[in-house]
């Protein structure tokens, strides 16, 4: 296989595969926030934070895995 | 798809002209229009402050403010932290919002001259530098010389995994900014590409989204490093 092959099977390998651990850590998190806030409507605010925040931090694991797939596409002659 | 790339590239890397032996790329000269429309905005809100305000621009400004030192007063854990801290803390998020949506308008990124900040990952890197240097500093300044005691505790052989925590941070806070900026923008170009009339807008919607997501985010991420580089007892 060629070079440009390894490239475009890599970039797509590194968005593919990054997006599992994100999906399934953001679907937990927000599954624990609804049944957090079902149980405690007054706390909704602070949970709503920190759903937020948390699913930032799982978003960028992610994002990093796009950024591989942007270089090793930017790499395809 | 490739044509698009060239196109964001050459937006991106190209430098328009030099002054002194530096190069002015786009994003600065962005950046300058950003800084200008702030203080332009900032400077009409606040002449003649009265303690009741009248004028809706002081209004506005009040209430902006007002809320973001509540949010952040609540995350760190007592408004007069938020306050001491909040020229860095309301300039980073209000530049990054600004930053984010100036993405949207018509002619950003494929004219010379105008290009999102943060869709570089030099200007996300230079903020999250800022923040890195300032946790420290002003770590070392509340706590003294006895804030590197948290780099060897619960125990020494923990320095290496603190140490690798501590540089991945300000790191993860760039990538993270320019990861989500970069990738949006690229996003709706190679779209636009393919399908150019009202298709783009879903993903546009997701950018305005995102946008003041990762700049309410970025501060929230800053205010929780300082809060606990700054925090009395332990």
Same mark, same amino acid.
């Given at each position: 296989m060629t070079n440009d092959a390894f490239f475009a099977l890599g970039a797509a390998l590194a968005i593919g595969l990054a997006t599992f651990g994100p999906g399934i850590g953001q679907g937990l998190a927000a599954g624990r926030a609804f049944e957090a806030i079902a149980r405690q409507p007054e706390a909704t605010g602070d949970i709503r934070t920190l759903l937020i925040l948390a699913l930032a931090f799982m978003e960028a694991l992610c994002i990093f895995g796009l950024l591989i797939a942007f270089l090793l596409f930017g790499k395809i002659s | 798809m490739s044509q698009t790339m060239m196109v964001l590239a050459s937006a991106h890397g190209g430098p328009l002209f030099s002054i002194g032996g530096l190069e002015v790329s786009s994003i600065t000269t962005t950046t300058w229009g950003i800084m200008a429309l702030l203080v332009l905005v900032c400077f009409?809100?606040?002449?003649?402050?009265?303690?009741?305000?009248?004028?809706?621009?002081?209004?506005?400004?009040?209430l902006a403010v007002d809320t973001l030192i509540t949010f952040l007063g609540s995350i760190m854990g007592g408004e007069e932290k938020a306050k001491k801290f909040f020229p860095l803390l309301g300039s980073l998020f209000f530049i990054?919002?600004?930053?984010?949506?100036?993405?949207?308008?018509?002619?950003?990124?494929?004219?010379?001259g105008l290009q999102a900040p943060t869709s570089a990952l030099s200007f996300t890197a230079a903020l999250a530098l800022v923040v890195f240097f300032t946790t420290h500093i002003q770590g070392v300044k509340s706590k003294g010389l006895a804030y590197f005691k948290?780099? @060897?505790?619960?125990?020494? +052989? /923990?320095?290496?995994?603190?140490?690798?925590?501590?540089?991945?941070?300000?790191l993860s806070l760039a990538l993270r900014l320019y990861?989500?900026?970069?990738?949006?923008?690229?996003? @709706?170009?190679s779209i636009? +590409? /393919?399908a150019p009339l009202f298709v783009p807008l879903p993903f546009m919607f997701l950018g305005v989204f995102f946008g003041f997501i990762q700049a309410l985010v970025f501060t929230l991420l800053t205010a929780t490093y300082l809060a606990s580089a700054t925090a009395g007892e332990h």
């Open positions: - | 009409l809100a606040t002449r003649d402050l009265q303690i009741v305000p009248v004028r809706k621009s002081q209004i506005a400004l009040e990054i919002l600004i930053s984010n949506y100036s993405g949207l308008l018509p002619g950003f990124g494929h004219t010379p948290h780099f @060897v505790s619960p125990h020494w +052989a /923990m320095l290496p995994m603190n140490l690798m925590e501590e540089l991945v941070k300000p990861g989500n900026i970069f990738g949006e923008e690229t996003l @709706v170009a636009f +590409a /393919m």
